[in-house]
C-alpha cells in the first residue's frame, strides 16, 4: 500500500517561512510525478506546485518565486520551500503523487499537513 506522508506544517506570522517534507512509502517503483496541492475548508484543492518530469516544475502563479519545490536526497521524497508566506495562504497542504504504470495511472495523497498564517 502506497502513503505519502506529510510533515512540517505550523502556525506562522506573515512573511514567515515553512519548509514542508513529503515522504513516500510502499513501492519500489519511482514517483517521479509528486508535488503539493492545498485547501482550504469549503474551497476546491488548488496546485501549489507539482513536478511534471523528472526535472520540470509548475508553480502556481501565486507562488512563483516565493516557494521552491524539489526532490529529497531519498527516494519519493519532496520538499517545498514556502518563504514570505501569506495569510491568504492558509490552508491544509497536501502531497500529491501521480505513477503512470503499465496497468494503470495511480494518484496518490497524503492526509495532509496544516499551515496557518497569521497575526
Known amino acids: 500500500q502506497v502513503q505519502l506522508v506529510e510533515s512540517g506544517g505550523g502556525s506562522v506570522q506573515p512573511g514567515d517561512s515553512l519548509t514542508l517534507s513529503c515522504a513516500g512509502s510502499?513501492?519500489?517503483?519511482?514517483?517521479?510525478?509528486m508535488g503539493w496541492y492545498r485547501q482550504k475548508p469549503g474551497k476546491q484543492r488548488e496546485l501549489v506546485a507539482m513536478?511534471?518530469?523528472?526535472?520540470?516544475?509548475v508553480y502556481a502563479d501565486s507562488v512563483k518565486g516565493r516557494f521552491t519545490l524539489s526532490r529529497g536526497n531519498a527516494k519519493n521524497t519532496v520538499t517545498l520551500q514556502m518563504n514570505n508566506l501569506k495569510p491568504e495562504e492558509t490552508a491544509d497542504y497536501l502531497c500529491?503523487?501521480?505513477?503512470?504504470?503499465?496497468?494503470?495511472?495511480?494518484?496518490?495523497w497524503g492526509q495532509g499537513t496544516q499551515v496557518t498564517v497569521s497575526s
Open positions: 500529491h503523487g501521480d505513477q503512470n504504470l503499465s496497468d494503470g495511472r495511480q494518484l496518490y
Open positions: 510502499g513501492t519500489d517503483l519511482n514517483i517521479f510525478l
Open positions: 513536478f511534471t518530469g523528472f526535472d520540470t516544475i
